[in-house]
């Protein structure tokens, strides 16, 4: 993987769309028609391709950081899955690239299914990966709460994060991981200190913080989707219940496949990374209408 000196230096380029700069990343041929991944909470663009890129060098894959986090700024003011899908249909706009098959993992098939369903022009097809898509799923961990409260906010982005942060980031991957064990040199590869930076942190909190209401805001309207989807989760996944999840909006989605792998944890685009090749593959044939 290409880098820098500085191991969280970016990778890719950058395109300003309506004054918020954006960090991506493109592998693969370039006459392939393209694929949109979006990764996950707290995460950049990076730690699908460390997962992905090997088994996705027949696709010409668009790696983007989310709004907000790795090397991407976000807009100031309220800020939603709403307003992140708009901005990333924006993007595509201005890179000529739809429709895509996007491709989202974990909180990034939240936005997935957003830009699907607000921006149906932009996407052909969708494959989800462990993804968090329904709400309910719990109250928001308290830092991430009071990471925007006065006083304790900016005492939690530049004490606390800083100093005791970097320690948690293996036992936070291994929790994702399990009960698979965490790839060597995951942390470092997938330059996963980035979420450490004031800038990064707070974003990623005011995702999470929200979560519960920015799903109920949208998961009435997963039926309203037609793009072919598969989703692929986990049978042990501690992180997102793949059946409160991935079984019930598969069901609900009128075009959607659920592969549920087994014994597998919240990451399995890294021990099945060919599986979810095949699938993006698969939808992009149904997208075709060759399959």
């Not at 003011?77 to 901005?87: H, M, T, V």
């Not at 921006?119 to 799923?137: C, E, F, Y």
């Not at 109250?139 to 005791?164: D, Q, S």
Request: net charge negative.
């Amino acid at each position: 993987m290409p880098v820098g000196d500085d191991p969280l230096s970016p990778i890719g380029q950058f395109i300003e769309i309506e004054g918020t700069r954006l960090h991506y990343h493109v592998t693969g041929p370039a006459d392939a028609p393209p694929l949109l991944v979006l990764h996950g909470a707290s995460a950049n663009l990076r730690e699908p391709l460390m997962g992905l890129g090997d088994a996705l060098t027949n696709e010409r894959v668009i790696w983007l950081d989310r709004p907000g986090l790795g090397h991407s700024q976000r807009p100031s003011g309220r800020w939603n899955p709403q307003a992140e899908a708009a901005l990333i249909a924006q993007f595509l706009g201005a890179l000529d690239a739809g429709p895509v098959i996007v491709a989202g993992h974990s909180w990034g098939g939240a936005i997935s299914l957003r830009l699907a369903m607000d921006h149906p022009q932009a996407v052909s097809g969708i494959v989800l990966v462990a993804p968090a898509v329904r709400a309910n799923v719990g109250e928001a961990a308290l830092y991430n709460r009071a990471t925007h409260w006065p006083v304790i906010g900016p005492v939690i982005t530049r004490l606390i994060v800083p100093t005791y942060g970097r320690a948690q980031l293996e036992s936070g991957a291994a929790s994702a991981f399990a009960p698979d064990p965490v790839p060597e040199g995951y942390v470092e590869e997938t330059a996963l200190a980035l979420l450490l930076e004031a800038r990064v942190w707070t974003a990623n909190a005011a995702d999470m913080a929200n979560v519960n209401a920015h799903l109920e805001a949208q998961e009435e309207r997963y039926a309203q989707i037609t793009q072919p989807t598969i989703i692929l989760a986990g049978t042990e996944d501690s992180v997102v219940a793949t059946r409160r999840h991935s079984v019930p909006v598969a069901e609900t989605m009128p075009n959607a496949e659920l592969i549920l792998i087994e014994g597998a944890g919240h990451n399995p685009h890294f021990a099945h990374a060919g599986r979810v090749a095949e699938a993006i593959m698969t939808v992009r044939g149904r997208a075709a209408g060759v399959d």
